[in-house]
């Protein structure tokens, strides 16, 4: 009988985190960057470097942060390579497409270090001005994927600060009673310039 409770009990609270995790967002991503944000910072600055430079996307493929893919673009074409961080045809590749091979790296290493799966930058308008915005994704902890089935949390990085309504949701600029979504995800306050969303995909 005792047993009998016990799962019922076990049930009922996998029922209830469940439920909350569909509608309310884990306060790690937080963490996680009040934890990291000198690293984060400089990541973010790096990356907007080397970007504006040529344009270039990094994301690690295993769970060890072993191999790492680069996306690197050009005028016609996209070029995807996949390689081990610390093999030398890495730093030739980088350098065969032009890109500042020391500043690339560094943004590799620091990214292994805070365990930062993929970042990218997306353009969007404004009032028809055309806006830039760095995504950083990161893996969530085990005990938020056991209960909400999410795999992966996106923070999200805007030049200008933006606006949130009282339960720290991004609201769009135009009309500040309108959440703002991203492949149709709800964004959430870190501070008036960062957010994050709780994603199923890292990209």
């Known amino acids: ?26 306060h790690y991503p937080e963490k996680y960057y009040k ?16 970007y504006k430079q040529k344009p270039l996307v990094i994301a690690f493929t295993d769970n060890a942060f072993r191999y790492v893919t680069v996306e690197m673009k050009t005028d016609s074409m996209r070029y995807v390579y996949e390689f081990k961080s610390t093999e030398k045809r ?36 404004v009032d028809d001005k055309k806006q830039n915005l760095i995504f950083l994704s ?25 606006y949130y309504d009282s339960e720290g949701r991004l609201l769009d600029k135009r009309n500040r009673k309108r959440l703002r979504k991203i492949n149709n995800e709800v964004f959430w306050r870190i501070n008036s310039k960062v ?7 890292f990209r």
């Open 1 to 26: 009988m005792r047993l009998i409770k016990t799962i019922i009990i076990i049930a009922v609270m996998s029922c209830f985190f469940v439920s909350c995790s569909t509608t309310l967002p884990s």
């Open 35 to 50: 934890q990291n944000e000198a690293a984060i910072i400089g990541i973010e600055s790096n990356y907007s470097n080397i």
């Open 138 to 162: 990161i893996r969530p902890k085990a005990f938020d994927v056991m209960f909400s089935g999410k795999k992966y949390y996106t923070l999200t990085f805007y030049s200008q600060p933006q």
């Open 90 to 125: 890495l730093a030739d590749t980088l350098q065969k497409f032009g890109y500042d091979v020391i500043s690339v790296l560094k943004l590799i290493k620091d990214m292994q270090q805070i365990k930062c799966t993929w970042i990218n930058r997306l353009e969007y308008y």
């Open 195 to 201: 957010c994050y969303t709780v994603s199923d995909r």
